[in-house]
């Protein structure tokens, strides 16, 4: 193989170990459904080896389809997660020896398969990185899942970098054009394409996510009872959900605890908070006076270099992650806490932009200038509009292969189960622009 191929052999296997990590538990577990938000977790391994046969195998290969049958039984946009308990699902041992034997015709392909032609799907190993980056983000809601479930025994006591003293509590990024989005990432979905220019006023951002001791202070100033930090939509679901604080927080004996993967723990204060959804983001940025970050000014924040006059691959320049830049890959189970990654630091000084929580935005899910569906519509383009957030940098689950500055997620507002964080933004003022 060429160096490409076995790296991305390499890959396919490291993202398979993981999956089989995670489903590494009683049947029983893997059949039931945690939550009418998840989907039962057996289905999420034989959906990641149905993707690879149908994109990997039939549409690149050209091999006779193995499971032509169970199709529609995975395809994610047939049946809500909330019915899929009741389809005819592949057994946990059946969904083993499916994604095993579609793995193996997978390794065939890639194998023969010429990487350097002009065919979009083929070249530079575009079909491989979507797959790769598919069975990672499932991945990444399977572990969503499991926390759901509150069953024990995920937990990774990785170690993490301590923190350091915070300083500036904001860094300031001035007024002027950059480059969003990318026509050069060779993995990239459609909706970060194309690159595009945008100009933005000076504006300020927090240099760290806002840590949980922050955000206790919102909650024990009464945040949640007040109506006038929430949007009405916002305080329409506070009200209906009876929130009070963060998903898994409780309050006991004056300390705030947690359930993390069925551990039961005090909240570390340092640490970024996560289980928060938009509206709670949106309320805590107002109550503090601040707002939450467009997209376009979190990308600007994490990836611009004003001084090259480009964009860099992750906020320290392009060369891979390393433990030093940043918490990801699910090397521990939480968050590290503020200030744990100063070599990850923007060419602008933010920190802990890439890893550690996903961060919302202000932005809706819409479309690039000059956008084109690529490979097929139903991965980006029926989720524009407003309805979904954008979020932005991947978590501490979130593995390096699928995440990038130029990298685009989104949820709808109301959802908690995702290892979602945030931090804020303000317009700077005339006299600091």
């Not at 579609?102 to 990185?129: A, E, H, T």
């Not at 909706?191 to 100009?199: G, I, L, M, S, T």
Request: aromatic letters at 12%; glycine letters at 10%.
């Amino acid at each position: 193989m060429t160096g490409l191929k076995e790296r991305i052999a390499a890959e396919l296997e490291q993202g398979r170990t993981r999956s089989l990590a995670y489903t590494d538990t009683d049947d029983e577990v893997l059949v039931r459904q945690h939550s009418a938000l998840m989907s039962p977790l057996v289905w999420d391994l034989a959906h990641v080896g149905n993707y690879e046969e149908l994109w990997v195998l039939r549409e690149v290969g050209g091999v006779t389809p193995l499971r032509p049958e169970i199709d529609t039984i995975y395809d994610a946009f047939a049946h809500p997660r909330g019915d899929r308990p009741r389809l005819p699902l592949l057994t946990p041992d059946e969904a083993r020896r499916y994604i095993a034997g579609v793995r193996g015709r997978v390794l065939d392909v890639l194998d023969g398969v010429d990487l350097r032609g002009p065919d979009p799907l083929r070249s530079d190993g575009f079909v491989f990185g979507l797959v790769l980056q598919h069975e990672h983000q499932h991945d990444e809601t399977m572990l969503a899942t499991l926390q759901l479930s509150g069953e024990p025994g995920l937990v990774r006591d990785g170690e993490l970098p301590a923190g350091r003293p915070a300083g500036p509590a904001e860094v300031r990024v001035p007024a002027g054009p950059f480059l969003a989005g990318t026509g050069t990432e060779p993995w990239a979905y459609d909706n970060e394409r194309p690159a595009h220019r945008v100009d933005l006023p000076a504006f300020w951002i927090d240099r760290f996510p806002v840590t949980c001791g922050g955000y206790a202070e919102f909650v024990e100033d009464r945040g949640y009872a007040d109506p006038r930090w929430w949007s009405e939509d916002g305080w329409s679901w506070r009200t209906a959900r009876g929130a009070l604080a963060p998903l898994f927080w409780t309050r006991e004996g004056g300390t705030w605890w947690r359930i993390r993967f069925g551990r039961r723990e005090p909240v570390p204060m340092d640490e970024p908070v996560q289980h928060v959804c938009w509206y709670e983001a949106d309320a805590y940025a107002r109550w503090a006076g601040r707002r939450l970050p467009t997209e376009a000014e979190w990308e600007k924040a994490c990836g611009w270099d004003p001084a090259a006059g480009r964009a860099r691959r992750y906020p320290w320049g392009d060369q891979d992650p390393a433990a030093r830049h940043a918490n990801l890959g699910h090397q521990a189970s939480r968050p590290a806490p503020a200030g744990a990654f100063p070599g990850g630091a923007s060419a602008y000084g933010a920190e802990q932009m890439v890893g550690d929580v996903w961060e919302w935005t202000d932005s809706w899910f819409l479309p690039y200038p000059g956008f084109r569906s690529f490979p097929y519509r139903e991965y980006s383009e029926v989720f524009f509009g407003r309805t979904y957030r954008v979020l932005r940098g991947g978590s501490w689950a979130t593995h390096p292969t699928a995440v990038r500055t130029t990298f685009r997620n989104w949820d709808r507002p109301e959802r908690r189960q995702i290892f979602a964080g945030f931090r804020c933004a303000r317009t700077a003022a005339p006299e600091e622009s």
